[in-house]
Each structure stands twice: as C-alpha cells, then as structure tokens.
C-alpha cells in the first residue's frame, strides 16, 4: 500500500468573528483532505464561510484551532515568516477579482512569483510566456492589466497563481464577475493547467454548471464541511 500525502489537510479548523458583545462561530470544526490531482468544488451559500476557509487554507488567516497541513508540512506553530515561505512555494490563490499588480505588465505579473522564489529572469519569463500561451493571453503579454479584458485578467492571475507549481491551487469564485461564455473559456484553461501540472484544487463556485464537471463537491452546513 502506498500512502499517498493530501495536498491540503484540515483538521477540526474552528474560526469566528467577533463583533462586540456577540460572536459569529462561521467553521466549527471542518475536516478536509484534497490529495494531488484532485479538482474539489466548494459549493455554499453567501456567508456560508467559503472565503474565510479558503484565507486559512491560504495561511492568510490564522484558525483559532485546528490544523492546516499543507503538502504534509503541518502549519501549526509556524512563524509568520515560515508561513509566507510556504505559501510562496506550495499555494495559489485566485481571487473573484484579479487583485494582479496594475502597473506590471501581464508578463512581470506571472514573473514576479518565480523571481521571488529565486529563479533567474529568462528562465522565469520563458516560463511565464509558456503558461500564458497554454492559457490563451500570450499575445497580451506586454499589456498591463487596465489593458486587458476581464477574461483576460483571471487567465493571467492563473498563471501567476499556478507559476512556482504549488502543490495547492485555491480559487474564491475565479469567474465568479465573467460573463458565461469567458466563464467557459477561463475554466476550461484552469481544469487543463490543473490536470496537466497535478495539483490539488478548492474552487468556491456559486455555478453548479462548472462544479458538477470538478471530482468531488463539498459544502459548509453549519460550519461544518459534507460532501455533496
Ligand atoms: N473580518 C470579519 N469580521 C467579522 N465577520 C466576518 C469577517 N469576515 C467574514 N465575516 C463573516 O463571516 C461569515 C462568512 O463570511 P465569508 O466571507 O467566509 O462567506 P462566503 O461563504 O465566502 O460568502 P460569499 O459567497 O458571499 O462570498 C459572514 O457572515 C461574514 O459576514
Ligand atoms: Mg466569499
């Protein structure tokens, strides 16, 4: 038997807000294992908690207990530093909007990751002209993001989320503001990166079109998460 270890691990994650006198327990206790290769949908309503799992999946956001493993390297503990490090080497995120620098050009946007990491310059934009080909917006490469289109945009925070082949890709509704038929063409690209580079993937969707074409749905009732 081999014994194969998940991309991504929580563990009893418990996270609430406070807001005065009052406290919001938004996860209470989610357990969640993505193993390489594996396209998992989140799929729950406004307010549900998607986004504030997919911040501590993303070492964003501290939980108040539980554990996140990430590529079997249990987080618990870590330092600031030592978590900024591993979420540079091992994490993606793609948000609903871009968030990609507007003052590089698509091509700086997608080096940036690699350069950080230490790759050497014509390595880094050889590689980023290889992923946004593979992604369709290599013929944009020289144009800033105020110069792109929406669609665009998310295929190019794609390739800077997917640069350093982190062994997690976590998306917030990453064509959650396109319209349907670039929603199509953004998650076409995004499903073929995945399949092709074997990493594990959370996408929080509100289009169940999309979440019904990913391996596996998970929701969050009550702050716990189920499969669907
Ligand atoms: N920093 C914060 N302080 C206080 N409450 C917060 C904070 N962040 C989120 N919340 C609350 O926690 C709950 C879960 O929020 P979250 O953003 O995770 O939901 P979501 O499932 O991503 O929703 P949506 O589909 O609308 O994006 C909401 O009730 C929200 O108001
Ligand atoms: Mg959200």
Same mark, same amino acid.
């Given at each position: 038997m081999?014994?194969?270890?998940?991309? =991504?691990?929580?563990?009893?994650? !418990?996270?609430? &807000?406070?807001?005065?006198?009052?406290?919001?327990?938004?996860?209470r206790?989610?357990?969640?294992?993505?193993?390489?290769?594996?396209?998992? #949908?989140?799929?729950?309503p406004?307010?549900?908690?998607?986004?504030t799992?997919? $911040?501590?999946? %993303?070492?964003?956001? *501290?939980?108040?207990?539980?554990?996140?493993?990430?590529?079997?390297?249990?987080?618990?503990?870590?330092?600031?530093? #030592?978590?900024? !490090?591993?979420?540079?080497?091992?994490?993606g995120?793609? &948000? *609903?909007? $871009? $968030?990609?620098?507007?003052?590089?050009?698509?091509?700086?946007?997608?080096?940036?990751?690699?350069?950080?990491?230490?790759?050497?310059?014509?390595?880094? !934009?050889?590689?980023?002209?290889?992923? =946004? /080909?593979?992604?369709?917006?290599?013929?944009?490469?020289s $144009?800033?993001?105020?110069?792109?289109?929406?669609?665009?945009? *998310?295929?190019?925070?794609?390739?800077?989320?997917?640069?350093?082949?982190?062994?997690?890709?976590l998306? /917030?509704?990453?064509?959650?503001?396109? /319209?349907?038929?670039?929603?199509?063409?953004?998650?076409?690209a995004?499903?073929?990166?995945?399949?092709?580079?074997?990493?594990?993937?959370?996408? %929080?969707?509100?289009?169940?079109?999309?979440? #019904?074409?990913? /391996?596996?749905?998970?929701?969050?009732?009550?702050?716990?998460?189920?499969?669907?």
């Amino acid at each position: 038997m081999t014994d194969t270890v998940p991309a =991504l691990a929580l563990e009893g994650v !418990e996270r609430s &807000y406070r807001e005065g006198e009052s406290r919001l327990d938004v996860l209470r206790g989610v357990d969640l294992v993505l193993n390489p290769g594996e396209l998992v #949908a989140l799929v729950a309503p406004s307010g549900a908690g998607k986004s504030t799992l997919l $911040h501590i999946a %993303a070492l964003l956001e *501290q939980a108040d207990t539980g554990t996140v493993a990430i590529a079997g390297v249990d987080t618990t503990g870590l330092g600031d530093a #030592a978590r900024t !490090e591993l979420r540079r080497s091992s994490i993606g995120m793609i &948000y *609903q909007f $871009h $968030h990609l620098l507007p003052d590089f050009t698509a091509l700086e946007n997608v080096t940036l990751p690699m350069r950080l990491a230490g790759v050497g310059k014509r390595e880094a !934009e050889a590689a980023a002209r290889a992923l =946004l /080909d593979e992604l369709g917006v290599e013929p944009r490469v020289s $144009h800033r993001p105020g110069e792109l289109s929406g669609g665009e945009r *998310q295929r190019v925070a794609i390739a800077r989320a997917v640069a350093n082949r982190p062994a997690v890709l976590l998306a /917030d509704e990453p064509t959650g503001n396109l /319209d349907p038929a670039t929603a199509e063409h953004v998650f076409a690209a995004f499903v073929r990166l995945a399949r092709s580079t074997g990493l594990a993937a959370l996408v %929080a969707t509100h289009n169940h079109d999309l979440a #019904a074409r990913m /391996d596996r749905r998970v929701t969050l009732v009550n702050g716990h998460c189920e499969e669907m």
